[in-house]
């Protein structure tokens, strides 16, 4: 079931740069990306309840998503994301008998913000959208919602694409990142009261032009000793500015958190760090 989406505003940065990114997410990534979705399941497994109302937030094409498993276990599961045609592939990654529950949803998250900012940036101006109020995605309340490793993505890829000066890139990160950040992270507990939040994000990468002082193998290692010390798994490791959920989180609503490497492509790899946290 789709409900009519809202066009995306003609000159909206922050979705066509995702657009632009999920259109070339390639035809091999879903094979590619086998090893990231059972890491996924393995973390959300004990936290999707038989029946459970289920939401995703940055579903994308679904490629890191284990959706056979989620499909299986919930009762509904509603997928979120600015791109549609995006969600439409992901809808087709659905085993075909469990597709009746599974509905694609067009949604910003940041209700605009992420564009004005992105706007305000290239013409050296204020922003003049305001962050997105903490009011739930859906009418209906869900049980868990994921928010799936957007969180970097709802800037920086558009100030890329716009080719500012890394000062300025790094200011406008420095000033609304964590602040729109932290109104995501509200919205998406306003989702699921009562319920569970789990989100996604990428805190260290690995690419030619782009060293870390330690391997992800030493990451990974210490994430296996003391997985719920991010701060020591994450060591003196080069972060992304202004995009961290964690950050935005009571240390006592946290369950539990996981990580993974996510073999992005051959040449590049993320950490993922899995937060499990209550909703409120
Ligand atoms: C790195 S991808 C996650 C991978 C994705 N699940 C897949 O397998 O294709 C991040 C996703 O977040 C979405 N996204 C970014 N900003 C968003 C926003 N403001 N609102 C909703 N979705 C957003 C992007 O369109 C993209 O699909």
Redesign the pocket.
């Known amino acids: 079931v789709l409900r009519l989406p809202p066009p995306l505003p003609d000159d909206a940065p922050?979705?066509a740069a995702?657009?632009r990114?999920?259109a070339n997410?390639g035809r091999d990534?879903h094979a590619r990306?086998q090893h990231a979705r059972d890491a996924c399941w393995t973390a959300l497994d004990p936290y999707v309840g038989s029946g459970a109302r289920v939401a995703?937030?940055?579903?994308?094409?679904?490629?890191?998503?284990p959706l056979a498993q989620l499909s299986e276990r919930a009762g509904s599961l509603d997928l979120?994301?600015?791109?549609l045609h995006?969600l439409r592939?992901?809808h087709r990654r659905v085993p075909r008998t469990r597709r009746r529950r599974v509905r694609i949803r067009m949604?910003?998250?940041?209700a605009g913000a992420?564009d004005s900012i992105a706007r305000a940036a290239r013409e050296q101006t204020d922003p003049s959208t305001p962050f997105p109020a903490p009011r739930p995605i859906d009418g209906d309340p869900y049980d868990l919602v994921i928010g799936?490793?957007?969180y970097?993505?709802?800037l920086a890829?558009a100030l890329g694409d716009l080719r500012l000066p890394s000062h300025k890139v790094g200011e406008t990160l420095r000033r609304h990142g964590q602040l729109l950040t932290n109104a995501?992270v509200a919205r998406l507990r306003a989702s699921a009261p009562g319920g569970t939040v789990v989100h996604?994000h990428?805190p260290l990468a690995w690419w030619a032009n782009h060293p870390q002082p330690f391997p992800i193998e030493d990451a990974l290692d210490r994430a296996a000793n003391l997985p719920d010390d991010a701060q020591s798994v994450l060591a003196n490791g080069r972060q992304p500015l202004g995009c961290d959920p964690r950050a935005a989180l009571a240390p006592a609503t946290i369950r539990a958190t996981a990580w993974w490497r996510w073999r992005f492509t051959p040449a590049v790899d993320y950490l993922v760090c899995a937060t499990i946290a209550d909703a409120d």
């Open positions: 922050a979705g995702n657009i990114r999920n997410a990534r990306w995703i937030v940055g579903a994308g094409n679904g490629d890191d998503l979120y994301d600015l791109d995006a592939q992901a949604l910003d998250v940041t992420a799936d490793l957007f970097s993505q709802l890829p995501v996604l990428d």
